[in-house]
């Protein structure tokens, strides 16, 4: 499976922006899901993860702003930003492991799956 992410830009406090992550090859519907973070000069940081079962988890800074959706016909994965904010800047991952997806950033290595990250810039 490779995945890609789109749907990164620049964006001012308080607007939207949509990602998206799609997956090639084989099917990833067996597959948990989840969005990962890293800003500059911080560590990656856990942003939201969906279950095979789309239960869904998110980190505090972002619940009730943010939305993690699957569609497994189509092999992809959504992230809704609503309400950015400044502190939301950073390059975002999509990550797939047949494993549940905790809230700790494991090192790439540790999924099955990765792709290579898009950029969200939020003005301020």
């Known amino acids: 499976v490779q995945l890609v992410e789109s749907g990164g830009g620049l964006v001012q406090a308080g607007g939207s922006l949509r990602l998206s992550c799609a997956g090639s090859?084989?099917?990833?519907?067996?597959?948990?899901m989840g969005w990962f973070r890293q800003a500059p000069g911080k560590e990656r940081e856990f942003v939201a993860s969906?279950?095979?079962?789309?239960?869904?988890d998110y980190a505090d800074s972002v619940k009730g702003r943010f939305t993690i959706s699957r569609d497994n016909a189509k092999n992809a994965l959504y992230l809704q930003m609503n309400g950015l904010k400044p502190e939301g800047t950073g390059v975002y991952y999509c990550?797939?492991?047949?494993?549940?997806?905790?809230?700790?950033?494991?090192?790439?290595?540790?999924?099955?799956?990765w792709g290579q990250g898009t950029q969200v810039t939020v003005s301020s």
């Open positions: 969906i279950s095979t079962g789309a239960s869904t």
């Open positions: 090859g084989r099917t990833f519907s067996s597959y948990a």
């Open positions: 990550v797939a492991d047949s494993l549940e997806i905790s809230r700790k950033a494991e090192p790439f290595g540790a999924y099955d799956y």
